[in-house]
């Protein structure tokens, strides 16, 4: 089945928390969800199940774990167990309940920026310290972790987990099999406990290799907390469902314990079913999907290339979301936002809400037709030249 990723779809009006932003002439390019409809297999689904009539409490069966098991197996090359599963009604929660299970009140929990705006929020709602491991740009245009700087800070005394984003946002890095190795290297070493966002881990290439943060659980001895949602890569954000990942019992007790504490053990039938269709019937619509994102982000890059307005687009190897410097235009990353939403009518994502890292960038989501996008940049280009 060929599936029609050109259509405008109208979310305005709606309960659409990217549109219902913005004013009606506001192209709204930033929150990380697609203007895709999502496959029709998962629609069909949802409706066989809303015609029930009936949505009251929900128990979570085994084809949903099943679903996870097979998929990731297929994808990833890992064989998880069910009791290693636990359900969720999203990544960010899942954040939440296991640094908490992990850490006391003023432990430090180490994230390499620019990353992810909510590990700050959820690490400073636990009560715990942010460090900073910054990433590094190499040749101008390709980000890398910095391993000495790493050690020193996985060194303190109060250093208890590392929060990876893996695939990384807003950079887009697919970090290799080498790079992880060597972290969780260095993490072995100091004790530390890894947490690891895998959201993105489907949004990428069909030729490119993911490495799973599972790869190295033995390595870790076990010291690994791993997140997984069809929520990013089939557009099913609003459906709220997610998968914490813990080998190691003690570890998924005292995680399974902060779930109930903050009442986070209840879930959404939508989210279940969503899932289960999404891994067991839609590889085809991901595939499809993917490329179209490709296509748009070389699209976006011949577009600068083209029209020179000191506007640089980093490589994309992973997630629908386009990083972009803006350093040769001398004029600060929401300064920028501002002007281009006020004089453009497009919103993006300021760089420094990834962190002090993302100064001088700008996120820009490529899940959207490609009509729109031209529109948009466009906008962004006249906005860039009167400066």
């Not at 269709?277 to 577009?303: G, H, P, R």
């Not at 979301?321 to 350093?327: A, E, H, P, R, V």
Request: hydrophobic share 40%; glycine share 4%; proline share 4%.
């Amino acid at each position: 089945m060929i599936y029609d990723f050109d259509a405008i779809n109208n979310r305005r009006g709606g309960l659409s928390y990217k549109y219902n932003a913005v004013e009606n002439d506001v192209l709204p390019l930033w929150v990380a969800d697609m203007d895709f409809k999502c496959a029709p297999e998962i629609t069909s689904a949802l409706n066989e199940f809303v015609n029930t009539g009936i949505y009251g409490y929900t128990s979570v069966p085994d084809s949903y774990y099943q679903a996870y098991i097979d998929w990731f197996y297929k994808r990833d090359g890992i064989l998880h167990q069910k009791e290693s599963l636990i359900c969720v009604p999203g990544i960010v929660p899942a954040i939440s309940a296991t640094i908490k299970a992990l850490t006391l009140p003023g432990d430090q929990v180490i994230i390499q920026s620019p990353v992810y705006n909510c590990f700050f929020s959820s690490i400073r709602n636990c009560g715990c310290e942010t460090v900073d491991n910054e990433l590094f740009i190499k040749n101008n245009c390709h980000y890398e972790m910095d391993l000495e700087d790493l050690e020193q800070k996985l060194s303190a005394s109060r250093a208890r987990i590392l929060l990876l984003c893996n695939p990384q946002n807003p950079s887009g890095r697919l970090w290799s099999f080498d790079e992880l190795k060597n972290l969780a290297l260095i993490c072995k070493k100091h004790h530390i406990y890894v947490i690891s966002d895998e959201i993105h881990c489907d949004v990428r290439d069909e030729n490119s290799k993911f490495t799973s943060m599972a790869h190295f659980y033995d390595l870790l001895e076990n010291r690994l907390v791993i997140f997984k949602s069809a929520s990013k890569a089939f557009n099913l954000a609003g459906l709220q469902n997610a998968c914490i990942i813990a080998r190691d019992p003690f570890i998924r007790e005292r995680i399974d314990r902060q779930v109930n504490i903050n009442e986070i053990c209840d879930v959404n039938p939508f989210g279940i079913i969503g899932a289960i269709t999404a891994f067991n019937k839609c590889e085809s619509w991901l595939i499809q999907m993917n490329k179209y994102v490709k296509n748009n982000y070389l699209f976006l890059k011949d577009f600068f290339e083209n029209n020179p307005c000191g506007i640089k687009v980093f490589p994309l190897e992973s997630t629908y979301l386009s990083w972009l410097s803006i350093k040769d235009l001398n004029i600060s990353s929401k300064d920028f936002c501002k002007k281009l939403y006020k004089e453009g009518r497009v919103l993006l994502n300021e760089g420094t809400e990834y962190g002090k890292g993302g100064e001088g960038f700008i996120r820009l989501n490529l899940a959207l037709p490609k009509t729109v996008l031209n529109e948009a940049l466009i906008r962004i280009l006249k906005t860039a030249k009167s400066i």
